[in-house]
């Protein structure tokens, strides 16, 4: 498991992007804020929780280099690093 911080804009076509990206992977993807945790893959997830704070990111697969190289953009801090 890879967890890390994200940060997403909350215009429309930057989630749109990020939905994008992670759903050409095969790796389960939740994102979490405060209580909430949405599908990473779903765009009407993601806009119903908080894009104004940095969102915690799992990805259930410790082999996913190349979707982080991918969204390395979005990422302000890997969690799993500091563990």
Known sequence: MTVMMIRLA???????????????????IDLRSGRYVVDAK?????FSIDLSKPITMTIYSDNCNDLLEEIRPYIIRDESAEA
């Open 10 to 28: 909350m215009k429309t076509d930057d989630v749109k992007k990020f939905v994008d990206i992670v759903g050409r992977y095969p790796y389960d």
């Open 42 to 46: 779903s765009l009407l997830g993601i």
